[in-house]
């Protein structure tokens, strides 16, 4: 009956990776997107026989006898790898180019960190997410100006019929001690933890902050190949592991029918 159990909890284990696989390519083209990894650890071990008995020349017998109980998902960790930048030609589009995350605040007043640059501007000129967000900084472009965001994340502005442009503030990037300890949320958004560690905003492209770089936008950090390598890997290791519960099925069918 062990191997029944044993099997089902590796069964479970590379359906999760599996899942896991998909989410990362159903978000391929998705705007910052950062893909997740799936690891896995063995389960408590019964011992059989525990040996190291002691042998007739003194010495200890490594004879240890220990079965495991199968396997279990250790956790599921983001890998926040930049992915490829694309140049858009929009100037409210926004990539971090290293590390760093781009900090904007939610109608209610919470606090939630993107890696996904597709800004536009609302009713009053603010940076906003798709989902209405404000980006943080207090930046207002007026309404006509053609805008533009530097490396060190300066937003600057052409106004209608004035040729130099005007500098309308600052755009900072906030980094994390852990970024994989981030709670995701959707839509591209994450929300600080304790196991990411507190927030730390500075000056992009200033003491180890990734430089921002405008008209642009930056790529899902996912590799087909890679995923899919590892899709025929799992199901590959799906059908040997079901082959397993039906061999212990049979011989338990053998041994019911001895006499």
């Known amino acids: ?13 590379q359906q999760l990776r599996i899942d896991n696989i998909a989410n990362n390519l159903a978000n391929v083209n998705t705007t910052g997107f950062k893909k997740a990894r799936a ?3 063995d389960l408590y071990y019964q011992k059989v026989r525990t040996g190291g008995a002691e042998t007739a020349g003194g010495t200890r017998r490594n004879d240890a006898v220990e079965i495991g109980h199968g396997v ?7 890998d926040f790898q930049v992915g490829g930048i694309t140049q858009t030609g ?36 603010n940076f906003v997410t798709p989902q209405g967000h404000k980006l943080a900084g207090g ?13 060190d994340g300066n937003v600057v502005a052409q106004l209608p019929g004035e040729g130099d442009f005007t500098q309308l503030g600052q755009i900072e990037v906030t980094r994390f ?3 994989a300890g981030l709670e995701g949320l959707g839509a591209g958004l994450y929300r600080e933890t304790e196991s990411s560690g507190a927030a730390n905003t500075g000056v992009p492209g200033e003491q180890g902050f990734g430089r921002t770089i405008g008209g642009a936008l930056e790529n899902s950090n996912v590799d087909v190949a890679d995923e899919l390598i590892s899709m025929i890997l799992a199901q590959r290791s799906y059908e040997l592991t079901s082959k397993a519960i039906s061999t212990a099925d049979e011989m338990l069918q053998v041994t019911n029918q001895l006499k």
């Open 1 to 13: 009956m062990r191997s029944l159990f044993t099997a089902a909890t590796g069964m479970k284990a």
């Open 39 to 41: 690891d896995f650890e």
């Open 72 to 78: 279990r998902a250790a956790n599921l960790t983001r």
């Open 90 to 125: 929009r100037g409210t589009d926004i990539a971090v180019d290293g590390n760093g995350f781009f900090q904007v605040e939610t109608a209610e007043g919470d606090v939630l960190y993107t890696r996904a640059g597709h800004f536009g501007l609302d009713d009053q000129g």
């Open 139 to 151: 930046v207002q472009v007026p309404e006509g100006a053609m805008v533009a965001v530097q490396e």
């Open 177 to 179: 001690t852990n970024p």
